[in-house]
């Protein structure tokens, strides 16, 4: 409702936009005079133009990182945990180095998935194994920002 003063020519109103997230949701507001009263002008006639508001998106970073078990026994399988620090609002695609796949459910913030090592052998053969997120997708995240930080393991023999 926007009150007109007696003798005055204009009012106005201040209507909050929602706050600020992380995700993309920019948008355009229009709104139309439904009705006037008062006055005492003759014959008061309220133009139906829409007023337009573009509400820009402001860019936040939303952070992944990626960690694994710290360490495993040769033939066991390595846990890769993709976090990320907001909630995604879409599925979100986790790409890493190995070839494997973890997928973030909407609402959620972590994934994982298991990658199997070598089976056990005779041989002396203990070593470490360092992944790296190689690309990530959806989430409707305005900019989603993954760590190149290794998540390392060791395999012990």
């Known amino acids: ?20 997230d992380v995700y993309n949701n920019g948008s355009t507001v229009s709104t139309t005079i ?6 005492n002008f003759e014959n008061l006639v309220p133009d139906t133009t829409p007023a337009v508001t573009t509400i820009t998106d402001s860019v936040d970073n939303t952070g992944l990182t990626l960690s694994a078990s710290e360490s495993i026994t040769e033939g066991g399988s390595i846990v890769y945990t993709a976090t990320l620090t907001n909630a995604a609002q879409t599925p979100v695609t986790v790409t890493l180095s190995n070839g494997s796949v973890i997928n973030i459910a909407a609402g959620e913030t972590t994934g994982t998935v298991a990658v199997n090592t070598p ?15 190689t690309g990530a997708t959806g989430g409707n995240f305005e900019n989603l ?7 390392v393991t060791t395999i012990t023999d």
Request: no cysteine; hydrophobic share 35%.
């Open 1 to 20: 409702v926007i009150n007109i003063a007696a003798g005055e020519t204009t009012g106005t109103v201040a209507v909050n936009t929602p706050a600020n």
């Open 145 to 151: 920002v993954p760590d190149t930080t290794p998540a």
């Open 34 to 39: 439904t009705g006037a009263t008062g006055g």
């Open 119 to 133: 089976a056990n052998d005779v041989y002396n053969n203990g070593s470490t194994v360092s992944t790296t997120i």
